[in-house]
């Protein structure tokens, strides 16, 4: 078990660009989260994913945000058309339907700077 | 709904001294609370967690927090502070529902510096 894994670490991009994110939970985790944190705060829910179902996004998800789990194993965050506010941190968790105790593990993140 | 409050985005102590984070709750079930460190450019690493059982709960690296109810608190402490403690401490809260949907909400954060 390595982890939860993203991909790339870092982006830079000239506003107006697409952007794709990739997130590996941890394998044998069915649920898993989209968070973006912005300097001085703490993260923010994005959307959520049960195997290959999103069943919740947030607000702060605007229609230039797409989530992807086709296969309900990794997931991809894709922005179209970015804008400077875009940049942030974008955070990747994921979690066991089974377990009691609703801990999430999180990947390393991906930092966007938008230019 | 939920929400959690952190007093003090910044925090400085004295290496050895006593470590105190504060974190309050609200919540409209009982909740899962929980406290993550995060260091310079990396993710989120859980440093402990209260789901219900034992009121004090002691985590990784020397820290410990008090859930109690009548305050909705859950502060973070360390009796002694290293160098390698400065990071910066998210406290955060879900539905106290075991294997039930888990919405995170996360606090501002509280830096945590600490002085030789």
């Known amino acids: 078990d390595t982890g939860v894994s993203q991909d790339p670490r870092h982006k830079i991009t000239k506003r107006g660009q697409n952007v794709t994110f990739r997130c590996d939970p941890i394998s044998e985790h069915n649920r898993l989260y989209w968070y973006r944190q912005t300097l001085g705060q703490g993260p923010e829910f994005l959307t959520y994913?049960?195997?290959?179902?999103?069943?919740?996004k947030s607000r702060l998800l605007s229609d230039r945000f797409s989530a992807e789990r086709p296969k309900g194993s990794f997931s991809t965050l894709e922005i179209q058309r970015t804008e400077q506010g875009d940049s942030a941190m974008y955070l990747c968790?994921?979690?066991?339907?089974?377990?009691?105790?609703?801990?999430?593990?999180f990947g390393p993140g991906t930092r966007l700077t938008v230019l | 709904a939920q929400s959690v409050t952190q007093l003090g985005s910044h925090v400085s102590v004295s290496e050895g001294a006593l470590v105190l984070l504060r974190c309050n709750y609200s919540?409209?079930?009982?909740?899962?609370l929980f406290w993550y460190v995060q260091y310079p450019n990396q993710g989120l690493q859980l440093l402990l967690k209260y789901t219900s059982a034992a009121t004090l709960v002691k985590g990784i690296n020397g820290f410990e927090a008090e859930f109690k109810k009548s305050e909705t608190s859950f502060h973070l402490t360390k009796p002694s502070a290293h160098m390698r403690d400065a990071a910066e401490y998210f406290c955060?809260?879900?539905?106290?529902?075991?294997?039930?949907?888990?919405?995170?909400?996360f606090g501002i954060g509280t830096k945590l510096q600490v002085i030789p």
């Open positions: 955060a809260v879900t539905p106290g529902t075991p294997g039930g949907y888990q919405k995170v909400t």
């Open positions: 968790a994921s979690s066991l339907q089974a377990g009691t105790n609703n801990e999430q593990f």
């Open positions: 994913f049960q195997n290959e179902a999103q069943l919740e």
């Open positions: 919540s409209s079930v009982p909740p899962y």
